[in-house]
């Protein structure tokens, strides 16, 4: 299995499926930037088959096959429950608005809205230039800058990433242990946060010990039990 990322970039898709095409692949699920891309035709009418994911075909492309999701109802599920949990200021963080899916899951967002009897100022939207990490972080930075008074408490991201981005940033502004802990610990990744475990560990340990009111025990295990449930945990804070 191949696994392509195009980042938005019609160049890279193209690449891709001259590269799939030249393998012989004997299928492949792709969310097209561009469904006029000659290459999509060209690697379907090589013999391979083509679904096209979360795209909404015109008329005069109804001969393809596709998968789809209902991006307006998505968005407006999204923001009924956000309001269902008391929240009344909300904010929906994604961008370009030319992508069919971000409008639509904006749009859903609207109607939950106007369902509720709010305001529609109380939906406030910041368009990103991207669906990717960097886009989440700097959409928070803007979100936190906003008068507290005014400010969302809560957020509807256009997909994961946006997500991903948005908490990174949050967290770091709320001084987190694991964030700062992470910033020092962090190795080339992209827009990916990647560190390394043992200097990771050791600040996160550094850190804690440090805490007049927190006392670390270490024991040493050799066995586990022979009867009975035993919980084994791993991780930053177990290391």
Known sequence: MFLCNSDQSAERES???????ELR???????AINLDNPRIRQIRDSGSAVVIVDRVLDADAL??????VDDVAGGDLAVEHLIERGHRRFAYIGGPRELRQVADRLRGAELAVERAGLDPASLTVLQTNGLDVAEGRRACERLLG???IRRPTAAFCANDLVAVGLLQHERRALDSLVMAAAAKAQVPAGSALAVDRD???AEIEATLSALPSLTVVRERIDQLPAAGLTLVATGPLTA
Do not use: H, K, P, Q
């Open 199 to 201: 200097v990771f560990s």
């Open 146 to 148: 906003v008068a507290s």
């Open 15 to 21: 690449e891709y499926l001259a590269n799939l095409t």
């Open 25 to 31: 692949v004997r299928g492949v699920l792709i969310t």
């Open 63 to 68: 001969d393809w096959c596709a998968v789809g």
